[in-house]
């Protein structure tokens, strides 16, 4: 194997450790996926005693891991059938196992463009020819992007990608690759089943009142601002509410507006203030980061606005008292030099307008 070889195999080599190695730093949720892409190559004109226009079809099965929003790997087996347009002669063929390492701007779960580089071996199927059979390392870079679910279920994505390979067999040669596929996430979702009912016993019901000083609406023993004055609007512990509810919790992940699980569960204290205060009316604003150009982020804002009056709506508030407004990068509450601080600046604030 000459120098170049080695020295080809090492630098990819070392890209895939490294991001493995900044992978496992980070503690971020972890997701599997299998792929099944088609291939299409635009073949070096040097590679066989071919005509103009050479092409190569086949096929590539993937199975991957993502850390977050960030590094991964990918593992995956192919085959491909170089055409050689020539009467008489037999069609070239190539097989190959491949190690990839990738960065994604996303977390798979919606549209995720990323990039990747990889290290790989052919089996070169060339009967008829000089160079014969052989067994050659290569290396691959490339991008691509894999969409949001096509079904209800979230089952099925589309994946697509093109790619430069640089294949080292006989005099080595340079080919360009198309991928388009399918991509299949492998979460295992796990749905807490309600107990059996328990039997059917008599129940004697005590009625106690529980003690209420101020008339807030929260018993004494569970308010943590006791003597508000008597009309005063309350959270749930029985503290004055602000004119801005800043909901931290309410992140969404890079490049989205869809609400995670964590953000549902913080919402549904909003939805018992309005249960609470019937006549509530308020303006829910939402704000990103400065990652982005200032109008993809004003429409991004705006997204994640019109999400939370979504879930307020469908949680039983009339939409006539919810408003939604997005306010871009304009409004940051902490600076957007650090991941942390970019965080904080995804958020949505509840501003109570009456």
């Known amino acids: 194997m000459s120098t170049r070889k080695w020295a080809l195999g090492l630098a990819v080599g070392g890209a895939l450790v490294a991001g493995n190695a900044m992978a496992q730093e980070e503690e971020s949720t972890t997701s599997s996926y299998f792929s099944f892409l088609g291939s299409y190559s635009m073949m070096d004109e040097d590679r066989t005693p071919l005509e103009e226009g ?14 977050g929003s960030g590094f991964g790997w990918a593992l995956g087996l192919g085959s491909q059938i170089i055409e050689t347009d020539i009467e008489s002669f037999t069609d070239f063929y190539r097989h190959n196992v491949e190690l990839q ?37 290569y290396g691959t870079a490339g991008l691509g992007f894999v969409t949001g679910p096509l079904t209800e279920r979230g089952e099925l994505k589309l994946r697509a990608e093109v790619r430069y390979v640089y294949d080292t067999y006989s005099e080595e040669y340079q080919d360009y690759t198309a991928l388009v596929g399918i991509e299949l996430p492998l979460f295992k979702r796990v749905v807490n089943m ?8 008599e129940v004697q019901v005590v009625e106690a009142e529980l003690e209420d000083s101020d008339g807030d609406g929260i018993p004494d023993k569970a308010d943590k601002c006791p003597g508000t004055p008597a009309g005063t609007r309350v959270d749930g512990e029985g503290c004055a509410l602000s004119d801005v509810i800043n909901l931290y919790g309410v992140l969404f992940a890079f490049d989205s507006a869809d609400l995670n699980a964590n953000a549902r569960r913080l919402l549904n204290p909003v939805v018992e203030l309005f249960n609470r205060y019937p006549d509530l009316e308020v303006e829910v604003a939402g704000h990103t980061d400065s990652v982005g150009p200032d109008e993809y982020n004003q429409q991004l804002s705006q997204e994640r606005a019109e999400a939370v009056r979504q879930y307020l709506i469908d949680h039983g508030v009339p939409p006539s008292q919810v408003t939604a407004q997005g306010y871009g990068e304009s409004e940051p509450v902490a600076t957007n030099d650090t991941e942390e601080g970019r965080q904080e600046n995804r958020r949505v604030e509840i501003r109570i307008l009456n």
């Open 101 to 137: 390492g990738t960065y994604a701007l996303g977390d798979r779960t919606g549209f995720t463009p990323y990039a990747l580089i990889g290290i790989g071996g052919n089996y070169n199927d060339v009967r008829d020819v000089e160079e014969g059979d052989s067994f050659d390392p």
């Open 54 to 67: 050479d092409e190569g079809y086949g096929f590539q099965v993937m199975y991957g891991t993502q850390y």
């Open 194 to 201: 309600p107990p059996p009912p328990a039997p059917e016993k």
